[in-house]
DNA sequence: CTGTTTATGTTATGTTGTAACACAGATAGC
DNA sequence: GCTATCTGTGTTACAACATAACATAAACAG
């Protein structure tokens, strides 16, 4: 567990945020689950609608391209702007980062455009560092 | 149909990437599954193999987001750099352009992390100019 | 204490994507 | 010609991801 105390978590949205925050790292729904059944979660829908809540929150970000969840980086985060992700394909690690630069490119775009941006999904795919030195 | 004429398409990939053309926006792999059965088509596996063919000669992208594919917006394309996704989540228009000044910050990024960049997902959330205006 | 909202539990179902195996056609080498 | 190999195809079955519908319970405002 970890961090975000200052917000008032049911139990079932306790609990799976603190199984993204322990695995450090993206777990899909169905893992959390897994992870949770000695605990007493039985179905699906118990782990979806606490992440549905929890990334309301801004607590947990969800990767498009890995149909995953992840804790937030940013500790006690409430909340913050548009996130990015560098997804390594060898070791699975994911780094999450705040490209305002490029996403401020972005919404200068869809503003020339008349497009009203809601949000924006950035998912990096590639190789890490420490996987191309031992690849 | 339209377009791409200059690669030689297997009957299976023209009548997929037929369907994608002549929807002018996204498919699911079931909804392209449920137009070509009349053309003979039986099962997912047909549709995907297709598709993982047309996505990798740059005919076709896919989007996270939305679980879906569409046929790339430029007239005789065998690939482009990394292209964006402008999705209304009023009427489902998507359009896609190519920002390549993003993407070089995006990419700077990267290299100073050490991170080696294979391709990019960059899909924008909001409501187009059409849906702003009437709603 | 009653109507409303929010969270929860449970069953069943819907949607998206693959594994595994069989077969057909092209084609390159002998 | 006749194999070996590669690519595309067809089919069944299954795995993985996500939600609908309905019931129950706790929290809370009027
Ligand atoms: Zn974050
Ligand atoms: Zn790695
Ligand atoms: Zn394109
Ligand atoms: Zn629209």
Same mark, same amino acid.
């Given at each position: $567990? *970890?961090? @975000? ?9 306790? &609990?799976? =945020?603190?199984? #993204? *925050? ?12 897994? &992870? ?6 039985? !179905? ?12 309301? =929150?801004? $607590?947990? @970000?969800? #990767?498009? *391209?890995?149909?995953? =969840? ?9 909340? @913050?702007?548009?996130? !990015? =992700? ?18 401020? &490119? #972005? ?8 497009? !009203?941006? !809601? ?14 030195? *031992?690849?």
């Amino acid at each position: $567990m *970890s961090a @975000h105390a200052h917000r008032e978590l049911t139990k079932n949205q306790a &609990l799976v =945020f603190g199984s #993204l *925050s322990d695995a450090g790292g993206p777990l899909t729904a169905y893992a959390i689950l897994d &992870l949770l059944r000695e605990d007493g979660f039985r !179905a699906p829908l118990q782990v979806y609608r606490a992440l549905d809540k929890l990334v309301e =929150f801004g $607590m947990v @970000h969800r #990767l498009e *391209s890995l149909n995953a =969840f992840v804790a937030c980086s940013h500790k006690d985060c409430t909340g @913050h702007g548009s996130a !990015a =992700f560098a997804i390594c394909e060898k070791c699975g690690d994911v780094r999450e980062f705040t490209p305002d630069d490029a996403v401020g &490119l #972005l919404k200068n775009w869809t503003e020339s455009q008349g497009f !009203a941006l !809601a949000r924006t999904t950035i998912e990096l795919r590639g190789t890490c560092k420490g996987c191309v030195a *031992s690849g």
